[in-house]
C-alpha cells in the first residue's frame, strides 16, 4: 500500500496483485511503481541464469528479519512504515514471525468483565496504531468496518472466530449475506479492509479468555457497525481501554464499538 499524506486511500500488492482503493489510477501509477521495482529486478537477475537464481534466493534470505520480542517487532514495524509504500504481505508475515510470549505482552492485557477491550501499545508516527485487544469469555465485536484502513490481526493468545460478511445492499433491507467464517489460530496473522468485506471477530470459548495484536494503518477514530438482521448502520467512536499500559478516563457514550 502507498500511504499518502492525511487519509488518503492507499494502492495495496497483495499477492502480487495491485487492490485499488478510492482514487483513479493516475493519481497513485507513480507511487505504485515503487511495490514494482523488486519484483522487476528480481525478474530480470533470474532470467540470466542459474547463479542470479542463486543470488535472489540469497537476497529473499537475507531480507527475512525474525523479531525476538515484542520491542524488535514494533521496531520493525516503525522502519517498515517509513516508507510510503508498503508491502501488506510483508508485514503480514513480520508479525506472523514474532511468537507469542506473555511477558512480555501482559503489560497491556486489560479484560473487562463485561466486554473486550482496546488497549493502545504504540501510535506508530502517525502511521499506524498498534493495539492489543483482549477477549474474556463469550466476548464478541459487532460486524463492522474499517473506515477504508488496514487491518491485521494477530493471535497472541487462544482462539477467535471471524465470520466475515458482503456489505449490504443500501437499497433494500434484510438479512446480511455471510461469505466466510474461520478459527484463528495463536500466532497466526489474518488481514482485512473495506475492499474485503466486513466482518465479526468473536471469543466463542466459555472457558478462556483471548488476546490478540492488531495493526491498523491509517489510524481512525470512528468506524460503522450493522445490524446483521437487517443491514442497518451506525457510525460509533472508537475507544480505547487504556494506553500504553495506563487505564483512560471512564467514557459514559452509548454509541461506543470496542473494535
Known amino acids: 500500500m502507498c500511504l499518502g499524506s492525511g487519509r488518503s486511500p492507499f494502492s495495496i500488492m497483495v499477492q502480487s ?64 512504515f517509513e516508507s510510503d509504500c508498503i508491502n501488506v504481505e510483508e508485514v503480514q508475515n513480520i508479525m506472523e514471525s514474532y511468537e507469542s510470549k506473555p511477558q512480555e505482552w501482559k503489560t497491556y492485557a486489560k479484560f473487562d468483565q463485561y466486554r473486550y477491550t482496546r488497549n493502545l501499545v504504540d501510535e506508530g508516527n502517525g502511521k499506524f496504531n498498534l493495539l492489543i485487544l483482549c477477549w474474556g469469555e463469550g466476548h464478541g465485536s459487532s460486524i463492522h468496518d474499517h473506515t477504508d484502513s488496514h487491518c491485521f490481526m494477530k493471535l497472541l493468545q487462544g482462539q477467535l472466530k471471524e465470520t466475515l460478511f458482503e456489505w449490504p445492499d443500501n437499497r433494500s433491507q434484510g438479512e446480511m449475506v455471510q461469505k466466510s467464517q474461520r478459527i484463528l489460530q495463536e500466532n497466526k496473522v489474518a488481514y482485512i479492509n473495506d475492499s474485503i468485506g466486513l466482518h465479526r471477530v468473536e471469543n466463542v470459548s466459555h472457558t478462556e479468555g483471548a488476546v490478540s495484536l492488531h495493526l491498523y494503518s491509517p489510524p481512525f477514530q470512528t468506524c460503522q457497525t450493522f445490524d446483521q438482521r437487517t443491514g442497518h448502520r451506525d457510525t460509533v467512536k472508537m475507544t480505547f481501554w487504556s494506553k500504553f499500559g495506563e487505564r483512560t478516563p471512564f467514557e459514559t457514550t452509548l454509541s461506543q464499538e470496542n473494535n
Open 17 to 80: 496483485i495491485e487492490l485499488q482503493i478510492g482514487l483513479p489510477r493516475q493519481h497513485i501509477k507513480g507511487e505504485s511503481l515503487k511495490l514494482g521495482e523488486k519484483l522487476v529486478a528480481l525478474r530480470q537477475l533470474s532470467s540470466s541464469g542459474k547463479q542470479a537464481r542463486r543470488e535472489v534466493t540469497t537476497m529473499e534470505q537475507t531480507e527475512v528479519v525474525k523479531p525476538e520480542t515484542l520491542d524488535d517487532l514494533i521496531k520493525i514495524l516503525h522502519k517498515i
